[in-house]
């Protein structure tokens, strides 16, 4: 029952589509926009470029591992395959990905017309696209000026003293330096652009109590972003010192200390995985109670577990430290800071199985991805906490056990996430819907890929596999499971390649899908699909956290909203 609604209106048509401009100008247009929605989808379409790079990088690295003695690829080649699968799936995917979905959907659900700096969002996505080209032109200058030698092949967490260069003499790890420290600078603009948008843009009555959990989870996230990278890039400068300076920082030899990159590194790198996972939780926080027919459970709980989580995330990074002999004192504080960020993220699974309990459910795309979601984040939880008991981790810290529960993380939960995303907003962004059918062989291929990957994948760890190994004897008895982790990999890359091909065939064939298909409750809904540039035509006024909602269901308003 679509109502039409004030803030509907549309002013220009040729302004929203561009439809018979030249190609040119369309293309120049989007070069040089500072308009959110635009950066936000090239945050998107570059993120995917790079999501199909690094999941080819892990299907290179699967094949090798998927027998015994294999000889397809070098141990320079699949050490190289490792750190740039782990790079780019990280920075140049995951972090991109959720800037864009954060950059499109934040003015929307609170009611602004830009980003707070729209220049300074341009400026950040431009040289993060930039450095994530960068570090790829590490494959490629292999010789000639500034040659590379090689790609980054020191692991997505560079310890020194591989990174010295005695050890790493060519330029490969001066590429994953620069390359990172630019995507840094980038993200802190974004996260600055988020932060202060958020505070300070939305439109009249949407107090923060009222605001959409989305933006409230973005604004831990910048916040996070903020506290979490600048450590890196200091130590980023520091790795630079010292491999062309002569300083010592890391240099054990010379009375630095290794261990203090570890320090460095983690005092960002667990907190980025919580800047990863906060926004997927954000997408469930809207797409669970439309797809359940119910306000969300908890909507205080849950910013408080939220806020929560963004704090105890800055004091656990030692969790990955618990083999370098921080002793006892260290390891139980950090066992303890780790067990206790499972209280609010079990908060956050309370809630979201308390929406669906007695909800109305509408398994469409959006709901099954969110339903692989919950299962497998709990299981990534649950396999998260048994490593936090350091004599656990002593035992299989840097086995496959630790390489499939982060996978159960990135991929089972972050990347799930990301899938129901864009079934969800698709329809506002092109104004088509998503193939179902399709999406029915998405799903059915990559979950089945998934767990054939991930779930096998814990018991080599088990039986004593160590990570970032290029091959293994045959006598084992990791063969058989290798080789099923091996074809799982193929599902998820024939499944990824089955969405790719939805998202471009739908946005030409997809079924019209209007401004409200979903029949949902917040802003983003309450105008046309696609959004015109200016979003809004009048400001809209909410006096609820449901404002569309209100306007559809007048008879319906709760107190509660209130
Ligand atoms: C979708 C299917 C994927 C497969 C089959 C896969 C496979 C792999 C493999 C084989 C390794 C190397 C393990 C080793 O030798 O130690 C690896 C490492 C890694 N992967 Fe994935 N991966 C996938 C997706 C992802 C995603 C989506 C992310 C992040 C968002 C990710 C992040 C990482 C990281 C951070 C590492 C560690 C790299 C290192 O040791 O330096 N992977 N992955
Ligand atoms: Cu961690």
Same mark, same amino acid.
């Given at each position: ?61 699967? $094949? ?25 799936? @990280? ?42 080209? /960068? ?8 010789? =000639?000026?500034?040659?590379? &030698? ?19 003499? &060519? ?8 390359? $990172?420290?630019?995507? *840094? ?39 996070? @972003? ?42 960002? *790198? ?27 459970? *908890? ?10 989580? &963004? ?18 004192? =260290? ?40 339903? =692989?979601?919950? #299962? ?16 656990? %981790? ?16 990135? @991929? ?37 890929? #998934?767990?054939?990957?991930? %779930? ?5 760890? /088990? ?16 063969? $058989?499971?290798?080789? $099923? ?22 946005? #030409? ?46 008879? %319906?308003? %709760?107190?509660?909203?209130?």
């Amino acid at each position: 029952m679509a109502t039409t609604t004030p803030i509907m209106e549309v002013i220009d048509e040729t302004e929203a589509t561009g439809h018979g401009r030249p190609p040119v100008s369309v293309i120049y247009d989007w070069i040089t926009t500072v308009d959110h929605k635009k950066i936000g989808l090239m945050y998107i379409f570059y993120a995917l470029f790079f999501l199909v790079v690094g999941g080819f990088e892990a299907i290179l690295m699967r $094949i090798q591992l998927a027998v015994p003695n294999n000889h397809f690829l070098s141990p320079q080649v699949f050490n190289q395959l490792f750190t740039m699968h782990g790079t780019t799936m @990280v920075f140049f995917v995951g972090m991109p990905i959720l800037f864009g979905f954060g950059n499109y959907l934040i003015p929307l659900m609170i009611g602004a017309r830009d980003m707070a700096f729209p220049r300074l969002n341009a400026f950040s996505f431009w040289i993060s696209a930039f450095a994530g080209l /960068l570090l790829y032109y590490s494959y490629i200058g292999a010789s =000639g000026l500034y040659a590379a &030698g090689s790609a980054p092949d020191v692991g997505w967490f560079a310890y020194a003293p591989l990174t010295a260069k005695v050890f790493s003499p &060519g330029h490969s790890t001066d590429y994953w330096t620069l390359g $990172i420290f630019l995507s *840094g600078v980038g993200s802190i603009g974004t996260a600055l652009n988020i932060v202060t948008t958020i505070l300070c843009m939305r439109c009249e009555g949407m107090k923060l109590n009222r605001m959409p959990l989305l933006p409230w989870i973005y604004l831990v996230m910048g916040g996070l @972003v903020f506290v979490a990278v600048s450590p890196l890039t200091a130590a980023q400068i520091m790795l630079t010192l010292d491999r062309y300076l002569g300083s010592h920082f890391f240099d054990t030899q010379a009375g630095g200390s290794a261990v203090l990159w570890m320090h460095f590194f983690w005092i960002f *790198g667990h907190p980025e995985v919580y800047v990863l996972v906060l926004p997927a939780f954000a997408f469930m926080n809207e797409i669970i109670p439309v797809f359940s027919r119910k306000a969300i459970f *908890g909507y205080p709980a849950m910013v408080a577990a939220s806020v929560g989580i &963004g704090f105890i995330s800055l004091g656990v990074w030692a969790h990955h430290m618990f083999t370098v002999g921080l002793g006892p004192a =260290g390891n139980t504080f950090f066992v303890f800071s780790t067990m206790v960020i499972s209280v609010p993220t079990g908060i956050k699974i309370f809630n979201w199985l308390a929406t669906i309990w007695g909800g109305k459910i509408i398994l469409a795309p959006p709901m099954m991805f969110s339903v =692989g979601f919950l #299962f497998q984040f709990l299981i990534a939880g649950l396999t998260g906490i048994m490593l936090s008991a350091a004599p656990f %981790d002593w035992q299989l810290g840097n086995s496959y056990f630790v390489v499939a529960h982060f996978h159960y993380v990135l @991929v089972g939960a972050i990347l799930f996430a990301i899938f129901a995303a864009f079934y969800y907003w698709y329809p506002k962004v092109t104004g088509r819907m998503m193939n179902v059918k399709l999406a029915h062989w998405h799903f059915w291929l990559f979950i089945v890929g #998934f767990h054939l990957t991930f %779930d096998f994948m814990h018991i080599p760890g /088990l039986l004593g596999m160590p990570r970032r190994i290029y091959t293994y004897e045959a006598d084992r008895g990791w063969e $058989i499971l290798n080789l $099923i982790v091996s074809s799982g990999a193929i599902f998820q890359a024939a499944g990824t390649l089955v969405f790719v091909y939805n998202l471009v065939s739908s946005y #030409f064939k997809g079924e019209n899908a209007g401004h409200d298909p979903w029949d949902a409750w917040t802003l983003e809904w309450s105008i046309p699909s696609p959004p015109p540039s200016y979003n809004f035509a009048i400001e809209p006024v909410v006096s609820s956290r449901r404002p569309l909602w209100d306007i559809k269901h007048p008879e %319906d308003q %709760d107190s509660e909203y209130e």
